[in-house]
């Protein structure tokens, strides 16, 4: 089985430098690590942060600020 050039020109007329150029350019490319994908943000339905709650604080109105958090 024959194997497919690893370039092909389809156009002109490159001398080797040019080809060279363009494949140091390609394997660079190709060897360079990838940027890491950005984490989507979490869902409110699986955010366990969700049913913790802060500590109630003995105290004047502590009742108020437990039921209505600022």
Known sequence: MR???FL???RG???DIELAALTAVLAAAASAP???EKPRPR???SDR???LRRPV???EG???ASAFPR
């Open 8 to 10: 092909r020109v389809v």
């Open 62 to 64: 502590a009742w108020r």
């Open 49 to 51: 942060l969700a049913l």
């Open 3 to 5: 194997e497919r050039p």
């Open 57 to 59: 604080h003995p105290g």
């Open 13 to 15: 007329e490159p001398d």
């Open 34 to 36: 990838r940027k890491p």
């Open 43 to 45: 869902s409110s339905w």
